[in-house]
T-cell receptor, first 112, second 114 residues
Framework: SQKIEQNSEALNIQEGKTATLTCNYTNYSPAYLQWYRQDPGRGPVFLLLIRENEKEKRKERLKVTFDTTLKQSLFHITASQPADSATYLCALGDYSNYQLIWGAGTKLIIKP | GAGVSQSPRYKVAKRGQDVALRCDPISGHVSLFWYQQALGQGPEFLTYFQNEAQLDKSGLPSDRFFAERPEGSVSTLKIQRTQQEDSAVYLC????????????FGQGTRLTVV
């Protein structure tokens, strides 16, 4: 069955540095991958979508890469700020159905 | 409305009780998803509506779970004869297009079965 792995341990980053989060997957060939941010007690908030034919996508301080050979996506936040502290979830999907398969998320803590 | 609204925000049910969870999606949004999220885990897909049609209900864990969206807007997730393992946060999401594009989530309903 499909499996998605995100760092289960919290990631502590100094303010101003670049935070890099990893999403690895197995037994699956997704057509696209999405990244969401989730704060405690809130629903996820959509950040970026990247398709299998796209290597990289950027949005303001965010950058996502998608390597279908390595079966991995990297999510970067440059010039990180304490307000970036949250849990970040990756979700994979294809066009054969309407289901997204989600990772468990990585908790990111940006220290001032 | 400005965003996806879910009610109630919190629900405590006694084991065996029926519950109904409501989702008001963003007006005009075609797609509506229900997810179940356990503590420390990512959301798990339950069901998908495109307008009033339930196109995928393969994620519903048992026949005690039932969802509807009769007029293509508000949706209700009903759980009959609740069990302790049903305790979780139930999330609703909507999007303006068919399928999985940018989805807007509600805050969720935290269900605790005692």
């Amino acid at each position: 069955s499909q499996k998605i792995e995100q760092n289960s341990e919290a990631l502590n980053i100094q303010e101003g540095k670049t935070a890099t989060l990893t999403c690895n997957y197995t037994n699956y060939s997704p057509a696209y991958l999405q990244w969401y941010r989730q704060d405690p007690g809130r629903g996820p908030v959509f950040l970026l979508l990247i398709r299998e034919n796209e290597k990289e996508k950027r949005k303001e301080r965010l950058k996502v890469t998608f390597d279908t050979t390595l079966k991995q996506s990297l999510f970067h936040i440059t010039a990180s700020q304490p307000a970036d502290s949250a849990t970040y979830l990756c979700a994979l999907g294809d066009y054969s159905n309407y289901q997204l398969i989600w990772g468990a998320g990585t908790k990111l803590i940006i220290k001032p | 409305g400005a965003g996806v609204s879910q009610s109630p925000r919190y629900k405590v049910a006694k084991r065996g009780q029926d519950v109904a969870l409501r989702c008001d999606p963003i007006s005009g949004h075609v797609s509506l998803f229900w997810y179940q999220q356990a503590l420390g885990q990512g959301p798990e897909f339950l069901t998908y509506f495109q307008n009033e049609a339930q196109l995928d209900k393969s994620g519903l864990p048992s026949d005690r779970f039932f969802a509807e969206r009769p007029e293509g807007s508000v949706s209700t997730l009903k759980i009959q004869r609740t069990q302790q393992e049903d305790s979780a946060v139930y999330l609703c999401a909507s999007s303006s297009q068919a399928g999985n594009t940018e989805a807007f989530f509600g805050q969720g309903t935290r269900l605790t079965v005692v």
